[in-house]
């Protein structure tokens, strides 16, 4: 399964005996387990923020083929700390992808009928460039001298990806969270490349209290001395400690009260009376001491702090006068918005103003509040009405690009 | 303003070269600047874990004076990093009383008219018994040797300190969130020594999104290499970054999402364009750091560990059966119940909950739902309505009481 570690990850662990989990990390971003492209030094990437990387490349995956005519794919935006590995066993954590409720054959995007991309962002972790890769000038991680990213940053690369792959016209764009910014910068940035955009739970802007809440798991993650100033690949630690509590923290906001009510109360682990220690007593601590325990074993400490800060420097709006509508002007995209009752991180009304702006602009746009006690993870999870809404209006866009009907 | 150290603290700074800021926190909790009560070895204080703890002693403030009759006094209950410092000038941080807004001469709970008294609770820093105190079997601050806490300990202790000033029933007894809670406790466990009671933005127990809060700040002091297993004030070093961290990851918990927007939106710190740094470059992100710093100036990393269990562990209606109603079973107690319609971390329904046990318990019950969107936080702030309710209801408190009518 394991790839042969490129020559720069090589030059790191001969040359300061990085420990065996860090050279796996580093391994994982140069020599990612799965489809990869890369662009030389003579096609550099540049970002917002004025600098450009080179070499360069993009991890991804692919599900389904791609018709003759080039009309059914669709590519698929992940999360925070989500990656390519959409409907494919994790090559890390050897468990399902993160959305094979949703894509796959038969399902609701249907790899049977559509060519599914999904590429790990630029500044992620798992083979797209970024801050655990081997900076060039120097042979070694760029850790905190990577440049900061931007959720257009994100998409741009995924236009780069599709232009490598030969594809115009997106049948459609989708995605969660901050997979959901990256469809609406996609609609904007793109709009000819667009024909149909899906995002969910998701909003134009991160609002105060989600930017204190990603503050917070920063400074979990800068606090912990075995971060080193993000040179722990260098110096052989890792912040897991931080970067658990980070996760942990960010973990509570992804449910609603109702769910975690639902899921544990009051209950004690293990036994029924309080033990007056600081062990796990509540099954909800248990709970989320495993969540952050088994997120540091997959995910690289310093790509939380970049994707962290893209996610709150997303302002749609900033980028047009401050009026979101004109971020639409003229779209001929066709758009599904979707929110979730009990979504606290990215509530009902950050979705309304995506589709009051799209209303303003006169696009085509259809929107559903889905009511589940799920919280803001509701997208990731069993959700039939979520289910039954994606799959409609894909099903939809098909027909209106011509595609043969889904076979029933 | 400093008191002399005692014996114990002494023994201490000498012993193992304690540095200074550390052999303050040991002088607060063992010479604390305010007014003490100590009991010695044959007069022990027995904790709901079944440890006795003696040497044991409470640190308290007071204000206004106490009427021949003993019946003007009313007791505040502080909350989680409060402390009995309500209304005077805080001998740690030298800024204005947690509550100088609500209790003063002219004020709601007015200092003319009642004596007014907050103790320090048992598992505090600022001079009642905690885990910062001297434990006399070591000669050394208890650290994680010291048992673990109840609120009904916490109210037990006030029980104990009411008995030495001769003070049989209160004419009130008030707090918000974790005061709160003590104020149904003391409603609860002394229905004969509460004449009102006045618990605000608060629950009967605390819910499953509660403890998870909680529990990741606990992890956050944990994860600190400096904590040291709790034993810091012995080797030396202190959590810091640990509980800034918890301590701005609560904070959230303490605003809406409306007023982080009103008072920072996304607005960034001196400057109008992001850095694509991990400095603060949002002013929220600023003001965050901010209160994480100064919070561990004040507050000793072990009590935050102690008071935010205690707070998790409690369940009023569990001792009565499961049945709310139960613990309020022929009390004689007026009520005023309030909430604040933004307060996400004690909602208005945890507020009804209460009133509903009461109804049920035939109760005298007053309840208001406050209108602001200052979320939890609002019962320690400018909240006109709140000051209106509270003296309102004292008034009408002290006159079925028999007490001479307010000047005005």
Excluded at 169 to 194: I, K, N
Aim: proline content about 6%; glycine content about 10%; hydrophobic content about 40%.
């Amino acid at each position: 399964m394991l790839g042969s570690p490129g020559p720069g990850s090589q030059m790191v662990e001969a040359q300061l005996n990085v420990k065996p989990d860090f050279s796996a990390r580093v391994q994982e971003s140069e020599q990612p387990r799965s489809q990869v492209v890369r662009f030389g030094p003579e096609q550099p990437f540049r970002l917002d923020a004025g600098v450009e990387l080179a070499p360069f490349q993009i991890a991804y995956q692919t599900y389904g083929t791609l018709n003759p005519e080039r009309t059914n794919a669709v590519l698929i935006c992940h999360a925070l700390t989500g990656d390519q590995h959409v409907a494919n066993t994790h090559p890390v954590t050897g468990k399902p992808g993160w959305w094979e409720t949703m894509v796959g054959p038969g399902r609701p995007i249907d790899t049977e009928r559509y060519f599914v991309i999904c590429a790990n962002v630029v500044g992620g972790c798992m083979g797209t460039t970024g801050p655990s890769s081997i900076d060039p000038a120097s042979g070694l991680p760029y850790g905190l001298g990577f440049p900061g990213v931007t959720v257009r940053d994100m998409v741009r690369a995924q236009a780069v990806l599709l232009d490598h792959l030969g594809i115009g016209m997106l049948l459609a764009v989708a995605g969660g969270s901050m997979g959901g910014m990256q469809v609406l910068q996609w609609a904007a940035s793109y709009p000819e490349r667009v024909f149909a955009a899906l995002p969910i739970a998701t909003a134009t802007r991160h609002s105060a209290q989600n930017i204190a809440f990603h503050e917070v798991g920063r400074q979990a993650v800068m606090a912990d001395p075995d971060w080193r100033q993000g040179r722990y690949l260098l110096e052989g630690t890792s912040p897991r400690r931080g970067l658990a509590v980070a996760r942990m923290g960010a973990h509570i906001t992804y449910l609603s009260d109702a769910a975690l009510h639902r899921k544990f109360g009051r209950r004690f682990q293990d036994r029924d009376n309080p033990t007056f220690s600081f062990d796990a007593d509540f099954q909800v601590e248990s709970y989320l001491r495993h969540q952050g325990i088994t997120f540091v074993e997959r995910f690289d400490a310093n790509s939380y702090l970049y994707l962290t800060r893209a996610m709150d420097y997303f302002d749609l709006a900033a980028d047009y006068d401050g009026v979101l509508a004109n971020a639409f002007k003229g779209t001929k995209t066709r758009f599904c918005v979707i929110s979730f009752t009990s979504d606290w991180l990215f509530p009902t009304p950050e979705s309304r103003a995506i589709v009051h702006a799209l209303n303003a602009a006169a696009a085509r746009v259809s929107f559903a509040e889905i009511d589940t006690d799920k919280g803001h993870d509701a997208f990731l999870l069993d959700e039939p009405e979520l289910f039954a809404i994606v799959r409609g209006f894909l099903e939809s866009a098909a027909a209106a690009r011509g595609l043969a009907a889904a076979r029933r």
